[in-house]
């Protein structure tokens, strides 16, 4: 298995005592088992600077879990591409499903993210996947399509370079249920040769991931999926034991 990227989101999650609690293991562990996985935590907005002054000099870095479309001005409790950019943010996340539900964030708006991340030259973590109906209505594929395909004709065909695509089942998300090995690779070298096909080359740019009820239990056959760069965990990222054991797999297998 080739260099992996895993992103730790923490959600609407966190504390001084659990950002220590979590980030100063990991970096010793990342230290003293020379992980060359390059780790991605996403802790909320109030943490960002904290968690970036425990992780700096590591190849640990640091992501948020949104942004706004506007770089500033009259838009309160918003926060900017710019501020993320001031504080040392690399990595943006946009498009998880749980911003489409709960803020009835729509494709559009997403590609208007997606397009102001790119202008800073940061990098987006955009999260696409199906509904639980969808699934069962073998319309995964396509409804994968249409999202990437909003972002093709707001940004162009080069949007995708340098750009972590995360492959969520709605329906997988914190259930504890997961698609099978099988299913989860195609959709996942569906989603690269169409980006390819749309951008007219054979040379991959960009990253895939896997998200949805990772955990230490299925991590080792997740990680016999070919095609894929990556996992985006959730609730497993918040406890160290657990993390640590996910890690560990990952960077042997």
Same mark, same amino acid.
């Given at each position: 298995?080739?260099?992996?990227?895993?992103?730790?989101?923490?959600?609407?999650?966190?504390?001084?005592?659990?950002?220590?609690?979590?980030?100063?293991?990991?970096?010793?562990?990342?230290?003293?088992?020379?992980?060359?996985?390059?780790?991605?935590?996403?802790?909320?907005?109030?943490?960002?600077?904290?968690?970036?002054?425990?992780?700096?000099?590591?190849?640990?870095?640091?992501?948020?879990?949104?942004?706004?479309?506007?770089?500033?001005?009259?838009?309160?409790?918003?926060?900017?591409?710019?501020?993320?950019?001031?504080?040392?943010?690399?990595?943006?996340?946009?498009?998880?499903?749980?911003?489409?539900?709960?803020?009835?964030? %729509?494709?559009?708006?997403?590609? #208007? !993210?997606?397009?102001? $991340?790119?202008?800073?030259?940061? /990098?987006?973590?955009?999260? @696409?996947?199906?509904?639980?109906?969808?699934?069962?209505?073998?319309?995964?594929?396509?409804?994968?399509?249409?999202?990437?395909?909003?972002?093709?004709?707001?940004?162009?065909?080069?949007?995708?370079?340098?750009?972590?695509?995360?492959?969520?089942?709605?329906?997988?998300?914190?259930?504890?249920?997961?698609?099978?090995?099988?299913?989860?690779?195609?959709?996942?070298?569906?989603?690269?040769?169409?980006?390819? %096909?749309?951008?007219?080359?054979? #040379? !991959?740019?960009?990253? $895939?991931?896997?998200?949805?009820? /990772?955990?230490?239990?299925? @991590?080792?056959?997740?990680?016999?999926?070919?095609?894929?760069?990556?996992?985006?965990?959730?609730?497993?990222?918040?406890?160290?034991?657990?993390?640590?054991?996910?890690?560990?797999?990952?960077?042997?297998?």
């Amino acid at each position: 298995m080739k260099k992996k990227f895993i992103i730790a989101n923490w959600k609407l999650n966190g504390s001084k005592e659990l950002l220590n609690n979590l980030l100063i293991p990991m970096v010793d562990f990342v230290n003293i088992n020379k992980i060359t996985s390059t780790l991605i935590i996403v802790p909320p907005f109030v943490y960002l600077d904290r968690a970036y002054n425990i992780v700096m000099n590591t190849n640990i870095m640091i992501g948020a879990q949104n942004v706004d479309i506007h770089s500033s001005g009259a838009y309160t409790g918003e926060i900017s591409i710019a501020m993320l950019n001031d504080i040392n943010v690399k990595y943006v996340m946009i498009g998880h499903s749980e911003r489409r539900l709960y803020h009835k964030e %729509n494709d559009l708006l997403i590609a #208007k !993210k997606f397009y102001i $991340i790119k202008s800073y030259k940061l /990098i987006p973590i955009f999260c @696409i996947g199906e509904t639980e109906q969808d699934y069962k209505s073998h319309m995964t594929k396509k409804i994968c399509q249409q999202q990437i395909d909003v972002i093709f004709n707001s940004i162009g065909e080069h949007a995708f370079h340098n750009t972590i695509i995360a492959y969520e089942p709605i329906w997988a998300i914190g259930s504890g249920k997961i698609p099978s090995i099988a299913f989860i690779q195609d959709v996942c070298i569906f989603i690269t040769s169409y980006i390819l %096909n749309k951008q007219k080359t054979s #040379k !991959k740019s960009f990253f $895939i991931q896997y998200g949805g009820s /990772i955990d230490e239990n299925n @991590i080792k056959e997740l990680c016999t999926i070919s095609g894929i760069d990556g996992f985006l965990i959730g609730s497993a990222s918040l406890s160290i034991s657990r993390f640590l054991k996910i890690l560990n797999v990952v960077s042997h297998s």
